[in-house]
């Protein structure tokens, strides 16, 4: 393996997969696997970049610290020459953690400064300027990401954001240096390192800046972003001749479908919007399951009950509604609650014969895989920027999408089904 990427979660995974199995046009992508957690045994010889899975965005920074650590004792395990650390376009987080501790805990035990840290996905509308993110046209703390309902993003300085987390100081490379192309942006992070600086974070407001900056640091042990800093890296392996060029695949599985959806984006919002006018849909009382009243076999009579009609179930709600059931139950209770209900209903589903199943939502995703326990799992096409198919192996494969909350065109779902057969 050349490759090895340490996901923070389960959609995070998918995405920075789908970005090294692409690569650059014309040149192609990495062979690449998604692995559910840290694996037991070693990767398929053939793996020329690995995604280790973790569901770490938001648990305590010393549990995400250790499990990073162990995934990158695997991947280094299976000889992988660059690691890439990969959090949220929107750097999700809070003050207390876990991008900076886990960064920093990696460079640590790998011994680099000046690493790149750089969350920009400009095609889904996320850039960095002046140490600053931006969602679009929006600064990140106005952009409706203050309205996390686990990583609420007030400031949109991650340089300041980040040097709450980190204990060294954490550097800047602006667009200005960006701009002037690989040399540059290399000598300003050997110099970061020089000055102490563990972390630097690096403006992109376009792919061509992601490809300088991939261009850039084909050498470092250790890169940390969003998985647009994944866009060049391929290329850093092809031309030093020891990957051909992986094009994809296509493949896909046929068989009963369905929707669950634990997002409260405005953008999954919307697409459930949309979805529920032709298509059966279920929307999820969170009172009733926080009493026991909802239960996973409900969904699961209501999904089996409507097939080959894209049956979509659902728990969405606006902000204030969000914060209503957090205020009454606790944020953590109502997340592990409703985390059970999908990761139930996800088992039942596949039990029942289901093989296309869309997930949307990081921390709904991460329970429904690890309860289906799949393995690895294959990159197939891309679905919409940022999300690819993912297939299982074995004698009755699944195909899953499983998307963040904020990707994805508006005709989504219905989109995904059917990318998911192979169409």
Request: include cysteine; glycine fraction near 12%; charged fraction near 20%.
């Amino acid at each position: 393996m050349l490759l090895g990427v340490i996901a923070d979660d389960f959609t995070g995974a998918s995405d920075i997969a789908n970005t090294i199995s692409k690569g650059l046009p014309g040149q192609g992508g990495l062979r690449t696997a998604q692995f559910l957690g840290i694996p037991s045994a070693d990767a398929p010889a053939d793996i020329e970049a690995g995604v280790v899975s973790l569901k770490s965005r938001s648990i305590p920074a010393g549990q995400a610290v250790e499990q990073s650590l162990a995934a990158l004792s695997w991947l280094l395990g299976q000889g992988c020459r660059q690691i890439v650390f990969k959090y949220c376009s929107t750097f999700d987080s809070t003050p207390d953690g876990n991008i900076g501790p886990v960064a920093e805990a990696l460079a640590a035990v790998l011994g680099v400064r000046g690493v790149v840290a750089c969350p920009a996905f400009p095609e889904a509308g996320r850039t960095v300027y002046m140490g600053h993110l931006f969602v679009k046209d929006r600064l990140l703390s106005e952009s409706g990401l203050q309205d996390h309902p686990l990583n609420p993003m007030t400031d949109p300085d991650i340089r300041r954001w980040l040097a709450r987390q980190a204990k060294d100081k954490v550097g800047l490379v602006t667009e200005d240096t960006v701009r002037h192309g690989p040399a540059a942006i290399r000598h300003s992070l050997d110099a970061a390192a020089s000055n102490g600086e563990t972390l630097v974070i690096v403006d992109a407001i376009s792919r061509d800046d992601l490809v300088a900056i991939g261009t850039a640091i084909a050498d470092s042990k250790l890169v940390t972003g969003g998985s647009g800093i994944a866009i060049g890296l391929p290329a850093n392996f092809i031309r030093a001749g020891l990957a051909a060029g992986n094009s994809g695949g296509s493949a896909g599985v046929e068989g009963p479908e369905a929707i669950l959806v634990g997002s409260c984006s405005g953008a999954t919002r919307q697409q459930v919007e949309i979805h529920s006018r032709n298509h059966p849909s279920l929307p999820i009382d969170v009172h009733s399951v926080m009493g026991g009243e909802t239960t996973a076999d409900m969904l699961l009579e209501f999904l089996t009950s409507h097939q080959r009609q894209a049956p979509l179930v659902y728990s969405s709600g606006t902000p204030q509604e969000v914060g209503a059931l957090q205020k009454r139950y606790g944020r953590e209770a109502v997340a592990n609650w409703l985390d059970t209900l999908f990761a139930e209903t996800a088992q039942k589903l596949v039990a029942s014969g289901v093989r296309r199943l869309v997930v949307a939502g990081g921390e709904t995703s991460g329970a429904v895989v690890s309860a289906l326990d799949l393995g690895a799992l294959t990159i197939g096409t891309e679905i919409d920027p940022g999300v690819p198919v993912l297939l299982s192996n074995g004698d009755q494969p699944i195909a899953l999408a499983l998307k963040s909350g904020n990707f994805g065109a508006p005709d989504f779902f219905e989109k995904a089904l059917e990318r998911l057969a192979g169409r």
